[in-house]
Structure formats: C-alpha cells, structure tokens
C-alpha cells in the first residue's frame, strides 16, 4: 500500500494475526523480511489482556518474546509489552533486528477471537 501524509510518501505492507478463542497467541505470521518499523494495531478487546510480540530467527522456529531498553535503568532490558488497556489504538514496537517471523502473545486466555494488523514499513 501507498499511503501520502502531509505531501511525505509511505509505503506499508500490513500483515494479519489472529488469537482465536481461548487461545494465548496467533500463528506464525511471515513478514517476507525484516523492517526498519513495526506497528500492532489493537482492536477493541473484550478480554482485556497484556499482550507482548514474539519474534524468531526462523519459520518454525523457537518464538521468544521482544525485549525493549528498561527506560528506569542504563544496562537492563525488560520484555516488551503492550498493557492491557491499550485497546482501539495503533502502538509502535522496537526494532527487532531485522526478524522476520512474528507471533501475538496474550498473556491470559482470549474469550473472544482477536485480530491484529501488523504495519511494516522501511520508511523513515
């Protein structure tokens, strides 16, 4: 897709994963190759949950969740997370090196299905 915002030209790819039913994460889903940026588009939810984003090197491979810089401390990483009332919003997640294969986590069971849009993009 071709989006033009204040004259700037943004080429995105959107992506889409789903948590079915009192399921705790989405399939695989294959970005094709790794971007610069990611965004997760949170629907409304009616099981509020914490959700974080899973990332492996490989298809089939071992999903581990993203980390992100502690901003309260110089050396430590903590898990990424999207807290559980950021529903109806799009969130931006931190660079993962390039990897290319992708899962939703929730960290409780979902009452209800749950479908993400997944926005990449190299743009700057």
Same mark, same amino acid.
């Given at each position: ?6 004259? /700037? ?7 889409? =994963? ?29 099981? #509020?949950?914490? &959700?974080?984003?899973?990332?492996? $090197? ?11 810089? !502690?901003?309260?401390? =110089?050396?430590?990483?903590? !898990?990424?997370? /999207? #807290?559980?009332?950021?529903? $109806?919003?799009?969130?931006? @997640? ?15 069971? &979902? ?6 849009? /997944? /926005? @990449?993009?190299?743009? $700057?």
């Amino acid at each position: 897709r071709r989006v033009t915002k204040r004259g /700037i030209s943004m080429y995105h790819t959107v992506f889409d =994963a789903t948590i079915s039913s009192f399921a705790t994460s989405s399939a695989e889903v294959n970005l094709g190759k790794g971007f610069k940026n990611v965004w997760v588009e949170v629907p409304t939810m009616t099981s #509020n949950s914490t &959700l974080h984003v899973q990332v492996a $090197n490989a298809s089939g491979g071992t999903y581990r969740r993203l980390v992100e810089k !502690d901003p309260a401390s =110089a050396a430590a990483s903590v !898990d990424y997370q /999207i #807290n559980s009332a950021t529903t $109806n919003r799009i969130v931006a @997640c931190p660079p993962a090196g390039g990897l290319r294969f992708l899962k939703m986590e929730s960290v409780a069971v &979902l009452s209800a299905a749950v479908a993400f849009k /997944i /926005i @990449c993009s190299d743009d $700057n």
